[in-house]
Structures are given as C-alpha cells and as structure tokens.
Nanobody, 120 residues
Framework: QVQLVESGGGLVQAGDSLRLSCAAS????????MAWFRQSPGKEREFVAAISGGGAITNYAGFVQGRFTISRDNAKDTVYLQMNSLKPEDTAVYYCATGRTRLPGAYDYWGQGTQVTVSS
C-alpha cells in the first residue's frame, strides 16, 4: 500500500521561505517520479513541480519563476519542495504525488496535503 505523508506547511509572511517534505512508503521510491501540486479555495488543483526517479529531470510550473526547488533523497524515500520568496498567492494546500513511471507524467497516489498560508 503506497502512502505519502506531507509535512512542513505553516503560516509565514510574504518573502519568507518554507521547505515541504513528503515521506513515501509502500514501493520502491527511486523507481517513480514525484511531484507537488497545490489547490487554493475555489480553484482547480494545479501542478507545481516534478522530479524523475533518479532526480536528474525536473519540471516546474511557470508561476514558480525560480522561487521553488524540488529535490529528493532516495535513501530517505523523501521528496522536498523548497519555497523561497513566498507570495500571498502561494497560499494553498500542497499535495505530493507519486508517478506511474520513473519519468514525470501521470500520478496515481496522493498525500493528504499540507496547508501553506502566506500573509501580506
């Protein structure tokens, strides 16, 4: 059974930084891409960033604009999202997801989410 558990969310001020973590279990972590999505109230869930199983390939949404960095530690079965220069519009529930293959693409398992709130 695949499980994803996010942590690291919280309330911060605009311009601050946060690092989200997502601990995975239930299958060979390094064999699958991982991704972060987010959802704000009243909006669709949107893609934030993804990383391949080995960590060599990363993809980012346009709104990240160099502020966020996705990384993974396959020895710890954990993926991270370092978020810098946070803006109020980054306020959302952030979810991690695990892919169906080693390369970023479709995702079939999701965590429960962690709330990030950025005040102005």
């Amino acid at each position: 059974q695949v499980q994803l558990v996010e942590s690291g969310g919280g309330l911060v001020q605009a311009g601050d930084s946060l690092r989200l973590s997502c601990a995975a279990s239930g299958r060979t972590f390094s064999a699958y891409a991982m991704a972060w999505f987010r959802q704000s109230p009243g909006k669709e869930r949107e893609f934030v960033a993804a990383i391949s199983g080995g960590g060599a390939i990363t993809n980012y949404a346009g709104f990240v604009q160099g502020r966020f960095t996705i990384s993974r530690d396959n020895a710890k079965d954990t993926v991270y999202l370092q978020m810098n220069s946070l803006k109020p519009e980054d306020t959302a529930v952030y979810y991690c997801a695990t892919g169906r293959t080693r390369l970023p693409g479709a995702y079939d398992y999701w965590g429960q989410g962690t709330q990030v709130t950025v005040s102005s």
